[in-house]
């Protein structure tokens, strides 16, 4: 029974390359959320995915960050150009409904770390 | 002011202690409020939900205090085990995101 699998797990970037961040969600959920964590920082909502459809990105920033989530395969978080901030820990959720008011229950993956040089 | 706020500690406590952390929490039309935990460099993992009447598992209470708009998470007879960063999270709406706090430090020294 498979929790949430997010590759890479390690991921180095220079500035100016493209980083591709992958989340494959526990079996049954089709709700999937991307937060961003910075060193010392709390966790910050980015952005959240049905099949096929962003339902909320508010958390995204407007250039160079874009996500998926494709009737096939897993959801993606694209960031291009990167910059030294980009630099964090990328966690995908999943739940089996919308998250909300009544289900505080997110199930993370392990993380993206990206570093860029 | 920030959403959710919490002491970042770190919070050093011989095992067997009992620590309690805090949180506090800035919108009013908050709807639920819950404690997760996330170990160094692994994932965040939901430890307990916060209901108003407040609510009891094992060692761990949580509280809720809406008048002040804070939580509160109670751990007593700390383990070795139980060091890890505690995160207040709070739900503003039943559509919008959680959010999450900084988080708590907390270490359980032998």
């Known amino acids: 029974n498979a929790g949430v699998m997010q590759n890479p797990r390690h991921l180095v970037r220079r500035r100016g390359q493209e980083a591709r961040l992958r989340c494959s969600p526990m079996?049954?959920?089709?709700?999937v959320y991307w937060y961003r964590q910075l060193p010392e920082e709390g966790l910050k909502f980015m952005v959240y995915?049905?099949?096929?459809?962003?339902?909320?990105e508010s958390g995204m920033p407007k250039e160079r960050f874009s996500a998926e989530f494709p009737k096939e395969g897993p959801s993606i978080l694209r960031i291009q150009q990167v910059v030294r901030g980009d630099s964090a820990a990328y966690f995908c959720?999943?739940?089996?409904?919308?998250?909300?008011?009544?289900?505080?229950?997110?199930?993370f993956g392990e993380g993206s770390r990206l570093t860029v040089l | 002011r920030k959403e959710v706020e919490q002491d970042p500690g770190p919070f050093n406590v011989p095992e067997g202690a009992t620590v309690a952390f805090n949180c506090t929490y800035s919108?009013?039309?908050?709807?639920?409020f819950f404690w997760y935990r996330q170990d160094c460099r692994k994932e965040p993992k939901l430890l307990m939900s916060?209901?108003?009447s407040g609510n009891e598992d094992g060692r761990f209470t949580a509280q809720l205090n809406r008048a002040s708009q804070y939580i509160s998470l109670l751990i007593r007879d700390s383990k070795l085990s139980d060091s890890a960063t505690y995160l207040c999270?709070?739900?503003?709406?039943?559509?919008?995101?959680?959010?999450f706090g900084k988080g708590t430090r907390l270490s359980v020294i032998a």
């Open positions: 079996k049954g959920h089709s709700h």
């Open positions: 995915l049905q099949k096929e459809n962003i339902i909320d």
């Open positions: 999270v709070v739900s503003n709406s039943g559509n919008t995101p959680l959010v």
């Open positions: 959720a999943s739940s089996p409904r919308r998250q909300g008011a009544h289900t505080g229950e997110l199930f």
């Open positions: 919108n009013s039309a908050s709807q639920s």
């Open positions: 916060v209901y108003s």
